[in-house]
């Protein structure tokens, strides 16, 4: 088993996201040093009773003591949560943030002193430990501060630091992107059904497709183009499939539901 990292953290807000990325951190610190709350506190509990951490009733109370504080909770209230918390923070307390489209400046104005704030855009497969994290920090954030923040999120899958302006294309490319990956494997496997295959059967292979395919990319480095290459036999199957899909303009439409989450985010960073 691997070191634990001897920080306290807090995560306001367990819901979907906020509960991957805790079961993630759990396994890299103690769960008794972590603490959460919630809109209700019978969610908090539940959740506490899943990984062993602790719940509170209110989000100050989570909030004392902690080195990292997390803040789940969506973009319409991130400003208020961080009103509430702020006389509670400890003076060397880490805010991180994963709401979308919220910025670090805003994050900032939230807050009467300067501190490290970081933030965060994850995808749902940290729930199995194969989340893409994008990670910003603000002019001045303690980098060493910066490097445990990396260290607790590597628990959830890969992290990686960017710069800001790269984040409203982060949430569009990998925070939106595992539902249109889910739509195109509940697609894959409708079209498997149509051809015989059992439904639970034609999930699996779907999947399993997608899951080979990525994990090939990233292994080989190799452009995607040339995968697709060389999968395509001359006058076989696969080149009549791929004929089709670019009839009906698959990549075009890939494209246009990127850049429409894409818009999305930056006007929710504008309220």
């Known amino acids: 088993m691997s070191e634990k990292i001897d920080v306290n953290v ?41 990984i062993g951490c602790n719940a509170v009733v209110s989000n100050t109370e989570a909030t004392k003591g902690a080195k990292f504080v997390f803040i789940a909770v969506k973009p319409a209230f991130v400003d208020e949560v961080l009103r509430e918390i702020d006389p509670a923070l400890s003076d060397d307390a880490v805010v991180v943030s994963m709401a979308a ?9 939230a807050l009467i002193r300067k501190r490290t704030l970081v933030r965060i855009m994850p995808n749902m497969p940290a729930a199995v430990g194969e989340a893409m994290i ?50 195109f494997i509940e697609a894959m496997a409708d079209a498997a059904v149509k051809l015989g295959m059992p439904r639970a059967q034609a999930y699996i292979y779907a999947a399993q497709t997608l899951k080979g395919s990525a994990e090939m ?16 036999s001359p006058a076989g199957t696969t080149i009549e499939g791929v004929a089709t899909l670019e009839r009906n303009n698959f990549r075009d439409s890939v494209i246009e539901a990127v850049t429409a989450a894409y818009k999305r985010s930056v006007e929710l960073g504008k309220k």
Do not use: W, Y
């Open 101 to 109: 489209g919220v910025k670090l400046e805003t994050i900032a104005n």
């Open 10 to 50: 807090a995560c306001i807000g367990c819901g979907v996201m906020g509960g991957a990325l805790m079961r993630a951190v759990a396994k890299v610190v103690e769960p008794k040093h972590i603490t959460v709350s919630a809109k209700s506190f019978d969610e908090a509990l539940a959740f506490s009773k899943e």
């Open 134 to 183: 994008a990670l910003s920090a603000n002019d001045g954030a303690d980098a060493n501060d910066v490097a445990t923040a990396k260290a607790l999120l590597g628990a959830a899958g890969k992290v990686e630091q960017v710069d800001e302006k790269l984040m409203d294309c982060v949430t569009a490319v990998s925070g939106s992107g595992p539902a249109f990956v889910f739509m």
């Open 217 to 232: 990319a990233l292994q080989t480095g190799k452009h995607p183009g040339a995968l697709k290459d060389a999968v395509c």
